[in-house]
């Protein structure tokens, strides 16, 4: 115990701590939000921009973190141009498309540029310990803007969630809302990649999600409300409990969460 | 004037003029918990109109200061002998309403045409002009729909029936030509305004993450209040007797569910504008006519605007409806 305290006493762990607790929370509710509306294969498409990202930062030796950003908003605007209506149904195609392209450009970056490639794979492999204080900052204002949009929007999400067409007919703007979402996950998976790297970003993302709906429907709390609370804490639950077993243990976080979120998902299979 | 006994106790008062008396007594009803048996009323003058009124909401025996024959041959059919009396009788009451209810027998017709008298509907005016688009026999069409108004849409498959509700909802942007309702074009309507149901074959959602069948309801709502959403919510449900279903998930329920559900959904909504499109395909004949019955009680108490797409024969058992033959009128 003391050795433990000790540790959190250390600046990386307790960052690394307080980014885990933050995302962990909060970050399921796109988890929600890329399941319900399908957009499983265009979160492949933001690993893959994240990747480039990475290969441009490294190219221009600039910070990581804005590049990788900004590198998934604008594949995100590009997909959402391609996709005319910009309801996100057709992001299936684009997606595959968008991810080829953002990995030929990424490995002309690095011919071009020559940047190592190992370097930018290491993208694949995060680190909440390697968080510097901007990164904090940038995470914490991200929850922040996310929790905050889910709140103030919840209706109009669940109308989204229910049907596009009956949103329009009741006057909501569905390519703002959509727009929206998707940047905000476009944000969220950058950020995540950071902290758990791109093999084990859905133990952020989609597993709480995953792991919460069993439960919710043993104690008979359906509905999109019990969704995203439920995600929430059980991602909180994960994220806290992985962390602190991966330090007291010595194990890399990001695979213990996800090892802790795997646990959890079969138990919850088997319950359900 | 109007003056409402309840067992020989006066319990309602209106000086109102024409008609908007009893339809006062009508909104007073909705919160009166007292004795509802023996209602009896006394009014300075009543014709067909009144009497139909008063009796729909309970009044078992009527006295007029003026009272037409017309009304006495409507409230004997219905009642029997000595139910009404009066000061004074005459032949008929000199106003529209008197002629116009004249030859009319159902009570719920005459109701529904009394309240767009009155202009106490729901639903607002539709007015689609010279309008275009690129799919189906959708060429120079022109439709008036007032307030309260209710039109089936018939055609052939591929004249874009489906098309014309979606572009009135503002789903697709027409080529050319103008829709407005309530005197806006669609992007400027006020939020919640149509209630749209779509062909349940694009209600057909994943079953994992769904929403339940309460929070569906709940999608229209406009109150921001808790208690008062939940009321409503429940008051929509019990409407369309859906409320057995609150917990369950939307889309594992059978398709005359999913209807009962929408229906309750438009309802907790307040929709001024019903959009329907195909509400009785794929039932069974039980569930089809619950949709029909639905409607119908729809079409005669908050009276929205009703624009219904079909292809069912039986929906003609909806009395008085306008016909709208897509890809025949137009053009």
């Known amino acids: ?272 | 004037m109007l003056k409402i006994f309840a067992s020989g106790r006066q319990i309602f008062y209106s000086e109102s003029k024409w008609l908007h008396p009893i339809f006062e007594f009508e909104s007073f009803l909705e919160t009166y918990d007292g004795p509802r048996d023996n209602l009896t009323a006394w009014d300075s003058a009543i014709g067909k109109a009144a009497a139909v009124l008063l009796m729909r909401l309970g009044v078992c025996q009527m006295h007029g200061e003026l009272v037409s024959e017309l009304a006495v041959k409507y409230v004997t059919s219905q009642l029997g002998e000595g139910k009404i009396s009066w000061d004074t009788l005459v032949d008929r009451l000199m106003c529209q309403t008197e002629s116009q209810l004249e030859n009319l027998t159902d009570s719920d017709e005459m109701y529904y045409l009394l309240r767009q008298r009155a202009k106490l509907v729901l639903g607002v005016p539709l007015s689609i002009k010279n309008l275009c688009y690129k799919y189906g026999k959708i060429n120079d069409l022109s439709l008036e729909v007032p307030s309260g108004g209710r039109i089936m849409i018939l055609g052939e498959n591929g004249t874009g029936k489906t098309t014309l509700l979606r572009l009135i909802c503002g789903i697709y942007r027409p080529d050319s030509g103008s829709i407005l309702i309530d005197g806006k074009p669609v992007k400027q309507l006020e939020k919640y305004t149509i209630g749209y149901i779509p062909q349940l074959s694009e209600l057909q959602e994943e079953q994992n993450f769904d929403l339940t069948v309460e929070e569906v309801v709940g999608l229209g709502c406009q109150t921001h209040n808790r208690q008062q959403r939940k009321a409503a919510v429940e008051a929509a449900m019990r409407r369309t007797g859906c409320e057995n279903l609150a917990g369950r998930k939307f889309s594992v329920l059978s398709g005359g569910e999913k209807q009962k559900v929408s229906l309750a959904r438009c309802l907790a909504q307040k929709a001024k504008l019903l959009l329907l499109d195909e509400p009785t395909a794929n039932l069974d004949k039980d569930n089809r006519r619950m949709v029909i019955d639905i409607l119908h009680s729809l079409s005669i108490s908050e009276i929205p605007t009703i624009i219904m797409v079909t292809h069912d024969k039986e929906l003609t058992s909806l009395k008085k409806w306008s016909v709208f033959n897509l890809g025949e009128q137009n053009g």
């Not at chain 1, 796109?30 to 319900?36: A, E, H, K, T």
């Not at chain 1, 996100?88 to 953002?102: E, I, K, Q, Y």
């Not at chain 1, 909440?128 to 949009?149: G, H, T």
């Not at chain 1, 569905?174 to 969220?188: E, G, P």
Request: proline share 4%; hydrophobic share 60%.
């Open chain 1, 1 to 272: 115990m003391d050795r433990l305290l000790l540790l959190f006493s250390l600046a990386p762990v307790m960052k690394g701590f307080i980014a885990m607790s933050i995302s962990g929370a909060i970050f399921p509710l796109c988890g929600v939000m890329v399941l319900r509306l399908n957009l499983v294969p265009m979160r492949y498409m933001l690993m893959h921009g994240v990747i480039l990202g990475g290969a441009i930062a490294m190219a221009l030796n600039v910070p990581l973190l804005p590049v990788t950003i900004t590198v998934n908003l604008l594949l995100v605007f590009m997909m959402l141009m391609m996709t005319n209506d910009g309801s996100g149904r057709n992001f299936g195609g684009t997606s595959a498309a968008t991810m080829v392209l953002s990995m030929a450009l990424a490995s002309l970056i690095m011919h071009v540029a020559d940047v190592p490639a190992k370097d930018t794979l290491d993208l694949l492999w995060g680190s909440p310990f390697a968080l510097s204080l901007l990164d904090i900052a940038a995470l914490c204002s991200l929850a922040l803007i996310l929790l905050l949009y889910v709140i103030l929007n919840f209706k109009n999400i669940k109308n989204l969630f229910f049907s596009k067409e009956i949103s329009m007919s009741l006057g909501i703007k569905v390519r703002l809302h959509n727009a929206v979402m998707v940047i905000l996950i476009a944000s969220v998976v950058a950020v995540a990649m950071k902290l758990l790297g791109a093999f084990l970003i859905d133990s952020l993302l989609i597993l709480p999600v995953m792991c919460a709906a069993p439960f919710l429907k043993k104690f008979n709390r359906n509905g999109i409300r019990a969704l995203f609370i439920g995600s929430s804490v059980t991602g909180f639950i994960l994220s806290v409990a992985g962390y602190v077993i991966a330090v007291a243990a010595d194990f890399p976080p990001a695979g213990t969460i996800a090892v802790l979120a795997g646990i959890v998902f079969f138990i919850g299979r088997i319950i359900k």
